[in-house]
């Protein structure tokens, strides 16, 4: 398996997903969405631009910390990393939300 998409509801009822690599880590969260089929839209909204590097907003935080933000053709965020101690860390992520982003595998957990 490459990876796999989580969809989960937030304590305010609302919904979003994370992506998941193979080895079960969290590569990035999407935003909050009022109704499942939204989030279902932006998963398919991950899984078409993924595999554009130009679509990766590569990132530093005030802290220091490294991340990125997934940008669907619009220039919406889609979804947001994790942060990384280092570019490379962040790097490696966009690597693997790249090879896992295509899968068509959703695990609806509410």
């Not at 935003?31 to 130009?54: F, H, K, M, P, W």
């Not at 530093?60 to 997934?70: D, I, M, P, R, V």
């Not at 490696?92 to 982003?101: F, L, P, R, T």
Request: net charge negative; hydrophobic share 35%; glycine share 6%.
């Amino acid at each position: 398996m490459i990876g796999w998409y989580e969809m989960s509801r937030s304590t305010d009822d609302q919904w979003y997903f994370v992506l998941k690599s193979a080895d079960e880590e969290t590569i990035l969260r999407s935003e909050l969405y009022r109704a499942s089929d939204s989030a279902r839209n932006g998963i398919a909204s991950v899984q078409a631009n993924c595999a554009d590097d130009t679509r990766y907003d590569r990132k530093e935080a005030s802290n220091g910390k490294h991340y990125f933000n997934l940008k669907a053709v619009n220039h919406q965020v889609i979804g947001t990393s994790l942060m990384h101690d280092t570019p490379a860390l962040r790097d490696g992520a966009i690597e693997s939300a790249k090879s896992s982003g295509v899968s068509t595998v959703v695990k609806d957990l509410t």
